[in-house]
Nanobody
Framework: QVQLIESGGGLVQAGGSLRLSCAAS????????MGWFRRAPGKEREFVAA????????YYELSVKGRFTIVRDNAKNTVALQMNSLKPEDTAVYYC??????????????????????????WGQGTQVTVSS
């Protein structure tokens, strides 16, 4: 079992920045591929960013590419999402997600990232990000 706890959400003006953090426990962090998703009011959940187990490969949804950065620290069991140049349309609840497949995570290649929700096995409770215009 993997527990994920997000933090760092809040209210920010358009053009501002926020840094979300997700702390994982329950498994060796380097066995988990990680991702961030968001759900805006009245909309479906959507992919935001993903990072491979070895922290080398990342992937972003087109609307956030160049503004958001996903990083992970396998020694500290955390993944973060640095969000710059925020826009009102970034307003959503942001969720951290973890993928654990196979014994000790070896069912997932260390360099792979994932952008479909059903590729992930564990989810955090979410943190609200509100961007005012």
């Amino acid at each position: 079992q993997v527990q994920l706890i997000e933090s760092g959400g809040g209210l920010v003006q358009a053009g501002g920045s926020l840094r979300l953090s997700c702390a994982a426990s329950g498994r060796t962090f380097s066995t988990l591929a990680m991702g961030w998703f968001r759900r805006a009011p009245g909309k479906e959940r959507e992919f935001v960013a993903a990072i491979s187990r070895d922290a080398i490969n990342t992937y972003y949804e087109l609307s956030v590419k160049g503004r958001f950065t996903i990083v992970r620290d396998n020694a500290k069991n955390t993944v973060a999402l640095q969000m710059n140049s925020l826009k009102p349309e970034d307003t959503a609840v942001y969720y951290c997600a973890a993928r654990l497949r196979g014994p000790n995570g070896l069912g997932t290649s260390s360099g792979s990232y994932f952008y479909a929700g059903n590729d992930y096995d564990y989810w955090g409770q979410g943190t609200q990000v509100t961007v005012s215009s």
